[in-house]
């Protein structure tokens, strides 16, 4: 038995070592939420993989392609459903539309499907400001008109003002009027407001990156650009950089021959527009007018280079406000869109052009070095400036991917746990996601391996691909409810040398 005076002095050790022990781990916590790597998440509406970084030789994206050259860029990334709400809830939730039950804009899953997380749910769980910018939810019934709020976001999401003149008569037609048109080139200052949705979304989410600077808690900020969504609304100048003389049509402009009509969107979106009826194109297979269809890919064009430059404006204040090196940054679009190829127009398809997307990832020290001192990952590129040079993209991957794999990579990316694979069924399960990790792509050491083999998940994709060096095949399991409750099952061949 040890005296008494050594039996207080290890009680006071002890005590002492307990306290030490304390304090080191409050202090390893503080340093887990200090260390965590901000998320900036951008979302593009109807934006096929139309880039330089993709390819493209038309396209002035530098600024998109900027950040490309400093990412892992996904050459074959492809959405569960070519529409804009089904898309966005399936990406954000880690769903396939088949779970969330939603296939058009008139559902909210919460309510008709399942109490289901999404990735800005899952984040403001785990400690991180969660903040929506411009379209990141498709906005009414399909997010509960709130924005999936307050369940996603920490602050209530922000819309631009000038964003309900969209669909209004603001183009400036040839006989001097105001029209609804789908073509829209205009000056800003004649413009409602003097702006456009997108220029006031970049500075939004330029005002609360400046907020997060000092804040120490880290941040997941989702920015939704609405170009180059219809009507193709932009600033004119853009129309420079796409002479008519250099636009080409389609390389593939005609409906195939014997294609199921269920496989054909007749895009009636486009037909609605005034410049569009006045052309009085037939219903359901056109075809548009040769000049038409060049001024038409001229516009999209056009609001891509615009919208590229609204990336680079937000992507150089990033780099400005020193949030470059602890901030990943994620690029994708909810769909596609068909400029001409097959004799279709916009989405609602299941063509490649429809369904493929650009997606992409920046993740500081690791798809790239960190910047040093006074460096700039992302410094502004103007797209008029003739020395603007086209970037190789970084690492890349030619693996046919899908969005669902969105949720699972992001927090996989920024050190959370990644939510596991969903039982069958999964309606009553808040939290897990069908979608496969693509951590395993980043080729990183001690991170989570997830296999995947083709068809080892048994959820179906409305359109499900299988990608060959030369076929393409396309199978669909669409419900016909416009002529009924019957089903349809087709199985499309494609060969992609003789039908790009």
Known sequence: MPPPRTGLCLLLLGLVLGSVCVTLGSQAQANSTTDALNVLLIIVDDLRPSLGCYGDKLVRSPNIDQLASHSLLFQNAFVQQAVCAPSRVSFLTGRRPDTTRLYDFNSYWRVHAGNFSTIPQYFKDNGYVTMSVGKVFHPGISSNHSDDSPYSWSFPPYHPSSEKYENTKTCR??????????????????????????????????????????????????????????????????????????????????????????????????????????????????PIPVDFQRKIRQSYFASVSYLDTQVGHLLSALDDLHLANSTIVAFTSDHGWALGEHGEWAKYSNFDVATRVPLMFYVPGRTASLPETGEKLFPYVDPFHSASELMEPGRQSTDLVELVSLFPTLAGLAGLQVPPRCPVPSFHIELCREGKNLLKHFRFHGLEEDPYLPGDSPFPLMAEEFEWERTNVTSWLQMMWWIGANSQFLLLFWDHLMMP
């Open 173 to 286: 037609g040839p006989d001097g009027e105001l029209h609804a048109n789908l073509l829209c080139p205009v000056d800003v200052v004649d413009v409602p407001e003097g702006t456009l949705p997108d220029k006031q979304s970049t500075e939004e989410a330029i005002r609360l990156l400046k907020k997060m600077k000092t804040s120490a808690s880290p941040f997941f900020l989702a920015v939704g650009y609405h170009k180059p969504h219809i009507p193709f609304r932009y600033p004119k100048e853009f129309q420079k950089l796409y002479p008519l003389e250099n636009i080409t049509l389609a390389p593939d402009p005609e409906v195939p021959d014997g294609l199921p009509p269920v496989a054909y969107n007749p895009w009636m979106d486009i037909r609605q527009r005034e410049d569009v009826q006045a052309l009085n194109i037939s219903v359901p297979y056109g």
